[in-house]
């Protein structure tokens, strides 16, 4: 019985060595990465400062309300590449080799070195679908209120917009690319126009505006009048619609689908598709976020096999430089694999599925032929 605990005691002792080695790698490497897209960012915003009002403290507060979102962005690579120098390290000092002599095997290792990133994973989660979006509405609600006083953007109720005596709700925006312009398309749209004594006198819905490249249109209108004489209806299939909206200043004031929570991408998702509209972008961006984790710990996995070879008579450089050689290749794996779900009308659950199954049983591959 005292062998028995005793055995189960080194067991968890080694775990911790190898959990606590990744541990510290991944945390120094998450720091640089997340503090280098941080500086980067903020020197950019750099060039903005004196522009419609825009200040330095502007500058500054849209780098830490956007930090949460890289941090959350850099945790894969950081994941990936602390994982290789934490083993690598092990490796280095001969401690890898001991506990292979002592019979533990590299599954085990690995296995050791990918729990400490799923107890990570888990809080990095939570910050991806709360502070992340929170910090990039701020951040897109900032810089809309510095191009436009007469714009605002609202978390539920949509874009709000000022124009002259007319008031714009559009409850939602997505970008649409023509001969490689962006374009903003407005869903779900009310425009309330409003007499000089301030009573309404017309009101319209149109299920969609577009900027055509000289003025926008409504589509599938449906209009009010109120005068003395009570109200009338029609209804139009397209009309022209004159307004001041910038369209330029709109299309850069969306927020990306991968930039939203979960929570938004799925009820953007069914209101795209309850008015019979496509929702591709927002289920491919739904979908990589909910295999997010997955496509971590995969990747993390099938990057200890190098800590087993060549990795032992390398340096710090030589593990850096295969780990963002991994980082690099596994990204255009899963943006080829999602583009061509994209073109070929796959689903973007198996699009987004398919690098981590590949990965996945590359790594069964490894680690049965060398148990």
């Given at each position: ?38 500086v ?33 962005e850099?945790?894969?690579?950081a ?83 000022r124009?002259g ?8 925006t ?7 312009v ?9 425009v ?6 301030g ?53 850069q004031?969306?927020?990306q ?77 899963q ?37």
């Amino acid at each position: 019985m005292t062998l028995s605990l005793a055995g189960m005691f080194n067991i968890k002792r080694v775990d911790r060595l190898v959990a606590m080695s990744v541990l510290g790698s991944l945390l120094m490497v998450w720091l640089v990465l997340t503090g280098f897209d941080a500086v980067t960012q903020f020197l950019r915003q750099l060039g903005s400062v004196g522009k419609h009002g825009y200040t330095l403290s502007n500058a500054v507060v849209y780098v830490l309300v956007t930090f949460p979102r890289r941090a959350y962005e850099m945790f894969g690579n950081a994941a990936l590449i602390g994982g290789l120098l934490g083993l690598g390290g092990l490796a280095g000092t001969g401690e890898l080799t001991a506990l292979r002599a002592a019979g533990m095997s590299r599954l085990r290792i690995a296995g050791s070195a990918v729990g400490v990133v799923a107890v990570l994973i888990v809080g990095v989660v939570i910050l991806g679908e709360t502070a992340a979006p929170w910090g990039d509405q701020q951040a897109q609600a900032m810089q809309l209120r510095m191009k436009s006083g007469d714009l605002g953007m609202g978390t539920n109720s949509g874009l709000w917009a000022r124009d002259g005596n007319t008031i714009i709700n559009a409850r939602g925006t997505s970008l649409k690319q023509h001969d490689g312009v962006s374009s903003v398309q407005l869903s779900d749209v009310r425009v309330f126009t409003f007499g000089n004594d301030g009573q309404l006198d017309r009101f319209e819905w149109a299920k969609t505006a577009e900027h055509d490249g000289n003025q926008w249109v409504l589509h599938d209108v449906r209009s009010t009048t109120l005068d003395a004489r009570g109200t009338h209806a029609s209804t139009i299939a397209s009309q022209p619609w004159q307004s001041n909206l910038n369209s330029q200043v709109l299309a850069q004031s969306v927020i990306q689908p991968q930039y939203l929570s979960m929570r938004d991408l799925s009820r953007n998702i069914r209101y795209l598709e309850s008015n019979g509209q496509s929702a591709g972008s927002y289920a491919v961006a739904f979908w990589g976020r909910a295999l997010y984790p997955l496509n971590v710990l995969v990747l993390v996995l099938c990057a200890m096999p190098f800590a087993f070879g060549a990795l032992r008579s390398g340096g710090l450089g030589k593990r850096m430089f295969i780990g963002m050689l991994l980082a690099i290749a596994w990204y255009f794996l899963q943006q080829a694999m999602v583009n061509f779900g994209t073109v070929y009308g796959l689903s973007p659950l198996l699009a987004n599925l398919l690098p981590a199954s590949i990965l996945a049983l590359a790594a069964w591959l490894y680690f049965r032929r060398i148990a």
